[in-house]
């Protein structure tokens, strides 16, 4: 349970300018998380909250977990911060080293960022300066996919394909093409990898005739897209974009900010799916959501292009101050040893059935057109509100909030991603929540 604390309420809530948020709803109606601890959330007014999330896809351990606490406790004390840029701290390389420890084979080298959307913009960085080091400078296209989700730096808003999260923002990114998004009707209802899609990997090599592929840096893609509504690859969809860009030189990108640490039952989605990329992104779960950090794993292929040229100088002129900050490190290694420790990537291997069923059953309930999953990540379709998109979904997460249970929505979809140390019985409550929610909207 959570920890025993008296309820606060803030008292002004003007000057907060909220991410991605009906500012004007919450600040009328807040809703108010002032503890944590394991599965659930308390509110301002005492409630418990079941957490469906993960908080925002990151806390994967759950919440308040002792040695992270304890570790980033003992790092302020010892040393707070180190500058990035021609200096280092052990720490930063442990935790370097412990990421390639569990990455897939193949995966030697690590960027630290301070996000997800940092690290998608570093590794789109990356893939065009290595072209440019290995005497290609003519490769600077690159190519995301309809609906994709990537942060939302210029870059990252620029390769994604959420309408919303690109309209208002002007001209962006020059040479940005996208493929198209894997989406298919005939595969509604699937469990997990859905039959049909395999060949929309083939826009690929459309995109590549038209501007040659000579002109083509990268292609990032989720392994699961996560953030557009819960999105599954279909079957033999990964393996022929990694034949085509092999086959013409073009960099593959997996973009594990949800994927990674344990969502599919295995440290990355790479992994679990058989697929090797040539950089994979990944953050959230890196630090269990607790401190801000990213980083973008990369091969020798990638990394060793750069080493050239005298000792002393700077290959790549990019980096951040907060590059592998020594309480985020702390946290990240922490982190690292609590998976490994309780046994949570296998545990979410083994609850997978499990969630599978469970969240399925809700076939059949008001409004829900269709449903998908993969590892410990679920997602419900509802049908739109005819006139009034996504007021049917919100009004659903308003509702299981009321009940104690936190679930996140994008459009019209319902998408829920719990903590790796949720138990069947909590499962069960929150399906059979949702179901309630669902069976009493609009």
């Not at 509110?43 to 570790?71: E, F, K, M, Y």
């Not at 301070?114 to 600077?140: F, P």
């Not at 998109?389 to 979809?413: C, H, M, N, S």
Request: with cysteine.
């Amino acid at each position: 349970m959570a920890l025993d604390r008296q309820p606060t309420r803030p008292n002004d809530l003007r000057a907060f300018w909220m991410p991605f948020t009906a500012n004007r709803q919450f600040k009328s109606a807040p809703r108010m998380f002032v503890a944590a601890d394991g599965m659930y959330y308390t509110t301002s007014d005492g409630r418990q909250v079941l957490d469906g999330t993960a908080g925002l896809w990151c806390c994967n351990a759950g919440h308040r977990r002792p040695r992270i606490v304890q570790a980033i406790q003992e790092q302020a004390e010892e040393l707070d911060y180190a500058p990035a840029f021609q200096m280092g701290h052990p720490k930063a390389f442990e935790l370097a080293n412990r990421l390639v420890d569990i990455a897939p084979e193949g995966m030697e080298h690590v960027f630290f960022t301070n996000s997800g959307s940092e690290a998608v913009e570093t590794a789109l960085k990356i893939a065009i300066a290595w072209h440019r080091a290995r005497g290609d400078a003519g490769r600077t296209r690159l190519i995301g996919r309809e609906r994709g989700y990537h942060g939302v730096n210029f870059g990252g808003i620029s390769v994604g394909g959420i309408v919303n999260n690109r309209r208002v923002f002007g001209a962006l990114l020059n040479g940005v093409d996208h493929l198209p998004h894997t989406h298919l009707p005939e595969n509604a209802w699937s469990r997990g990898q859905p039959e049909h899609g395999a060949h929309l990997a083939d826009e690929l090599e459309r995109i590549a005739a038209l501007h040659g592929p000579e002109t083509i840096a990268a292609c990032i893609v989720e392994p699961v897209a996560g953030s557009t509504g819960v999105l599954i690859p279909p079957k033999g969809y990964l393996e022929r974009l990694r034949e085509i860009c092999t086959r013409h030189g073009i960099l593959l990108i997996f973009d594990e900010v949800i994927t990674g640490f344990g969502r599919l039952g295995a440290p990355f989605a790479t992994q679990a799916l058989g697929v090797m990329p040539d950089m994979i992104t990944c953050a959230k779960g890196l630090t269990n959501g607790v401190i801000p950090m990213g980083a973008v794993l990369t091969t020798p292929a990638v990394h060793d292009a750069f080493m050239q040229g005298p000792e002393h100088l700077i290959e790549l002129f990019h980096g951040y101050t907060y590059s592998g900050n020594p309480i985020a490190s702390a946290a990240g290694i922490a982190t690292l040893e609590t998976y490994a420790e309780d046994g949570l990537f296998e545990r979410a291997a083994e609850l997978a059935p499990y969630w599978e069923d469970a969240v399925h059953s809700l076939k059949g309930r008001r409004h829900v057109i269709d449903i998908r999953n993969m590892g410990l990540i679920g997602a419900v379709e509802l049908e739109p509100i005819a006139g009034a998109p996504t007021q049917r979904a919100f009004a659903a997460f308003l509702a299981a909030y009321e009940k104690g249970v936190l679930i996140r929505t994008t459009g019209d979809i319902i998408a829920m991603s719990p903590p790796l140390i949720i138990e069947k019985a909590q499962i069960d409550h929150l399906i059979g929540t949702l179901g309630e929610v669902l069976d009493a909207l609009d």
